[in-house]
Nanobody
Framework: VQLVESGGGLVQPGGSLRLSCVVS????????MAWFRQAPGKEREAVGA???????VYVDSVKGRFTVSKDNAKNILYLQMNSLEPEDTAMYYC????????????????????WGQGTQVTVSS
């Protein structure tokens, strides 16, 4: 099982980045998948999650700025991040579950079975 993130980097406040997560074929890409992040000295927190039922949910701090999408043909999970703020600086991880649906607890990290190694996002002028 492999989840490989890419696309992180240094960006100025107000800028955009798109993160990608390539998911190996032994993970069911139709199952619940999510993005999490962890800043230094802070706990890992969810960013957004979606499943094949078109259930999509975001944490309040990123609503209207971040979008989770999927390319089913390529098994890639994306996180489009716009209007980035210094508070978005963190290591970003993609995660997948063995279950189809994300509800009722889409933001519980312990419910995710597979994790990538992360990609660093730094928002700074």
């Amino acid at each position: 099982v492999q989840l490989v993130e890419s696309g992180g980097g240094l960006v100025q406040p107000g800028g955009s980045l798109r993160l990608s997560c390539v998911v190996s074929s032994d993970v069911n890409f139709n199952h619940c998948m999510a993005w999490f992040r962890q800043a230094p000295g802070k706990e890992r927190e969810a960013v957004g999650a979606r499943d094949s039922s078109d259930f999509i949910v975001y944490v309040d701090s990123v609503k209207g700025r971040f979008t989770v999408s999927k390319d089913n043909a390529k098994n890639i999970l994306y996180l489009q991040m716009n209007s980035l703020e210094p508070e978005d600086t963190a290591m970003y991880y993609c995660a997948a579950r063995r279950t189809w649906y994300c509800g009722p607890s889409p933001f519980t990290a312990d419910d995710y079975n597979f994790w990538g190694q992360g990609t660093q996002v730094t928002v700074s002028s």
